[in-house]
């Protein structure tokens, strides 16, 4: 992993939300460094509030910081189609919209004009995500997986250099939960592209992570930990335990 | 798609209601419960009938009801299509801007309680008497409660849909295209149904209140029936209004609310 270029640099990320203007507000995040590399698979752990969230936004160019993020070397601020954000939120795909427009539509904006080519990287991704045959639903027919599904899809399908999942699976119950934490591992390992996922489940960081961070207040990196595990790695994979314990006990404290 | 399941019983009630309604209507008409004006109160069914095919047959010196109708549904559709267009630039812009939104805000609450009718003397110093002046009614029967459902539909708006769409590159004139009319299109039909029935309202009003020689409306065609005492051709008329209001809420609206809000489970 360590020879691979760089996607991602973050340098003194520093965030304060500066609700009042004379009041001089905590910062959230206070000067925090992280790289990435390309095709890595980073898992974010973390108790409430410490700052995720927020970290992830910045990235996503939604929010304004003070510090510099770099993007395939070049430093971003604003939205781009090259960081795709999926949200926890089972609503996030658009309900004017079938499934397969949903697909299509960012790849329309991108200039994409060819029906049939529309049509082929749609059909492409839902079949990638399972959902093959829900193409002219509309989202309000499918459930909240299918809906998460279709969130992952929409992003792989714009090829972006970043994906940035914030506890996408979070609502999901515990069957769907694990269907779309092994789906999710299985496209990760095909598509050219980088992930950052949030989660509050330490199963699910080890499961998925190639990497994983535990982070405490202020956006400090409490853990910073290679996934040396083989896989595919279970509950019942040796050194599963320790590194649960590990994370748990980081998070705890 | 499910199939809506037809109240049998209901539709029966309601044929026999209005059979009873127009036999009551026949009986009484007949039987000259009101002396001298029975015949113009209650003008027989036959009468109105007639009367119904008069109207598009011969009309009211010279011109036919058609002509009426389509004079009016002109000047309703140029003053629905300025009022709308002016409710979405407007709406769109207080998105953009913040001190434009609260200065719009208060315009449209204060000028939403003022009925159109009243403007009207002010209207006719502006425009003089002219076709204008309906327009200028119809944009203002529908421009307030249009926007007034735009706005809160704008704001309505989950920040989830404006963030998925600036990070698919949308912002300015697209995203507002892009999402936010499609994410406040309950709030848009709602607007729509509003100002549509003052805008209809309106234009009758004002009609008969001032009828346009040159540009003659129903509004004017129903006072002209009403000073030669055609009351059968007033009633007549009564019934192409309904058969309009029908025609566009069924027609018209209805479908468009089918075809979005509905089809995407996004009713309010
Ligand atoms: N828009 C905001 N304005 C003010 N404070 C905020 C805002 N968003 C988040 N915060 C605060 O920032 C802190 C970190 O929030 P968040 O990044 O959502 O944490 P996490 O995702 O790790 O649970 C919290 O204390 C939260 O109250
Ligand atoms: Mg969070």
Redesign the pocket.
């Given at each position: 992993m360590e020879n691979r270029e760089i996607i991602l640099e973050i340098n003194h990320l520093t965030k304060v939300?500066q609700?009042e203007p004379d009041v001089n507000a905590e910062p959230?995040l206070e000067d925090l460094n992280l790289q990435l590399h390309r095709k890595e698979f980073l898992s974010i752990l973390?108790?409430?509030?410490?700052?995720?969230?927020?970290?992830?936004?910045c990235i996503a160019g939604f929010?304004s910081y003070e510090g510099e993020i770099l993007v395939g070397g070049v430093s971003t601020t604003k939205p781009g189609t090259d960081r795709i954000m999926v949200f926890q939120d089972f609503n996030q795909i658009f309900p004017w919209q079938t499934v397969e427009k949903n697909i299509q539509y960012p790849l329309k904006l991108q200039g994409i004009k060819d029906k049939d080519q529309l049509k082929a990287i749609s059909d492409e991704y839902l079949k990638k995500v399972n959902l093959d045959g829900t193409q002219k639903k509309y989202p309000h027919q499918l459930s909240g997986g299918m809906k998460q599904r279709v969130a992952i899809a929409k992003a792989l399908a714009q090829k972006p250099k970043i994906i940035l999942m914030?506890e996408p699976f979070a609502a999901l119950d515990a069957m769907t939960r694990n269907k779309l934490q092994a789906e999710l591992l299985n496209i990760s390992r095909q598509e050219d592209c980088t992930f950052i996922f949030?989660t509050h489940n330490i199963q699910e960081a080890i499961v998925l992570g190639d990497r994983i961070i535990v982070?405490s207040k202020k956006g400090k990196i409490k853990i910073d930990k290679q996934n040396t595990l083989a896989r595919p790695i279970t509950p019942a994979s040796p050194g599963y335990g320790d590194m649960w314990t590990l994370f748990h006990d980081a998070i705890e404290e | 798609m499910k199939k809506q399941k037809v109240d049998v019983s209901g539709l029966i009630v309601k044929i026999i209601f209005v059979i009873a309604v127009l036999i009551l209507w026949e009986v009484v008409a007949r039987a000259n419960l009101f002396g001298s004006r029975s015949r113009l109160i209650f003008p027989t069914i036959g009468d109105v009938l007639q009367a119904f095919v008069n109207n598009f047959k011969t009309g009211y010196a010279g011109s036919s009801f058609w002509v009426y109708i389509m004079n009016s549904m002109k000047l309703l559709v140029l003053g629905l299509f300025i009022g709308i267009v002016l409710a979405f630039l407007f709406s769109g812009l207080s998105i953009v801007s913040k001190t434009f939104h609260s200065i719009y805000n208060l315009v449209v609450s204060v000028f939403d309680l003022l009925p159109g009718v009243a403007l009207l003397p002010v209207v006719i110093v502006i425009c003089g008497v002219t076709p204008g002046v309906i327009v200028f009614l119809v944009v203002h029967a529908v421009i307030w409660p249009m926007s007034r459902s735009v706005l809160d539909g704008f704001l309505a708006v989950p920040k989830i849909y404006v963030e998925s769409g600036l990070n698919m590159g949308l912002s300015g004139f697209s995203l507002l295209t892009g999402v936010y009319i499609p994410a406040a299109t309950s709030y848009i039909v709602s607007g729509l149904k509003v100002g549509w029935a003052r805008a209809w309202r309106g234009l009758l009003s004002a009609e008969m209140i001032f009828g346009l020689a040159n540009c003659p409306g129903i509004g004017l065609y129903i006072n002209q029936m009403r000073t030669n005492m055609k009351n059968a051709e007033m009633y007549a008329t009564l019934i192409v209004i309904i058969i309009i209001g029908v025609v566009v809420q069924y027609g018209i609206l209805a479908p468009i609310e089918k075809c979005t809000v509905k089809r995407w489970g996004m009713s309010k």
């Amino acid at each position: 992993m360590e020879n691979r270029e760089i996607i991602l640099e973050i340098n003194h990320l520093t965030k304060v939300f500066q609700d009042e203007p004379d009041v001089n507000a905590e910062p959230i995040l206070e000067d925090l460094n992280l790289q990435l590399h390309r095709k890595e698979f980073l898992s974010i752990l973390g108790p409430s509030g410490c700052g995720k969230t927020t970290m992830l936004r910045c990235i996503a160019g939604f929010e304004s910081y003070e510090g510099e993020i770099l993007v395939g070397g070049v430093s971003t601020t604003k939205p781009g189609t090259d960081r795709i954000m999926v949200f926890q939120d089972f609503n996030q795909i658009f309900p004017w919209q079938t499934v397969e427009k949903n697909i299509q539509y960012p790849l329309k904006l991108q200039g994409i004009k060819d029906k049939d080519q529309l049509k082929a990287i749609s059909d492409e991704y839902l079949k990638k995500v399972n959902l093959d045959g829900t193409q002219k639903k509309y989202p309000h027919q499918l459930s909240g997986g299918m809906k998460q599904r279709v969130a992952i899809a929409k992003a792989l399908a714009q090829k972006p250099k970043i994906i940035l999942m914030d506890e996408p699976f979070a609502a999901l119950d515990a069957m769907t939960r694990n269907k779309l934490q092994a789906e999710l591992l299985n496209i990760s390992r095909q598509e050219d592209c980088t992930f950052i996922f949030i989660t509050h489940n330490i199963q699910e960081a080890i499961v998925l992570g190639d990497r994983i961070i535990v982070m405490s207040k202020k956006g400090k990196i409490k853990i910073d930990k290679q996934n040396t595990l083989a896989r595919p790695i279970t509950p019942a994979s040796p050194g599963y335990g320790d590194m649960w314990t590990l994370f748990h006990d980081a998070i705890e404290e | 798609m499910k199939k809506q399941k037809v109240d049998v019983s209901g539709l029966i009630v309601k044929i026999i209601f209005v059979i009873a309604v127009l036999i009551l209507w026949e009986v009484v008409a007949r039987a000259n419960l009101f002396g001298s004006r029975s015949r113009l109160i209650f003008p027989t069914i036959g009468d109105v009938l007639q009367a119904f095919v008069n109207n598009f047959k011969t009309g009211y010196a010279g011109s036919s009801f058609w002509v009426y109708i389509m004079n009016s549904m002109k000047l309703l559709v140029l003053g629905l299509f300025i009022g709308i267009v002016l409710a979405f630039l407007f709406s769109g812009l207080s998105i953009v801007s913040k001190t434009f939104h609260s200065i719009y805000n208060l315009v449209v609450s204060v000028f939403d309680l003022l009925p159109g009718v009243a403007l009207l003397p002010v209207v006719i110093v502006i425009c003089g008497v002219t076709p204008g002046v309906i327009v200028f009614l119809v944009v203002h029967a529908v421009i307030w409660p249009m926007s007034r459902s735009v706005l809160d539909g704008f704001l309505a708006v989950p920040k989830i849909y404006v963030e998925s769409g600036l990070n698919m590159g949308l912002s300015g004139f697209s995203l507002l295209t892009g999402v936010y009319i499609p994410a406040a299109t309950s709030y848009i039909v709602s607007g729509l149904k509003v100002g549509w029935a003052r805008a209809w309202r309106g234009l009758l009003s004002a009609e008969m209140i001032f009828g346009l020689a040159n540009c003659p409306g129903i509004g004017l065609y129903i006072n002209q029936m009403r000073t030669n005492m055609k009351n059968a051709e007033m009633y007549a008329t009564l019934i192409v209004i309904i058969i309009i209001g029908v025609v566009v809420q069924y027609g018209i609206l209805a479908p468009i609310e089918k075809c979005t809000v509905k089809r995407w489970g996004m009713s309010k």
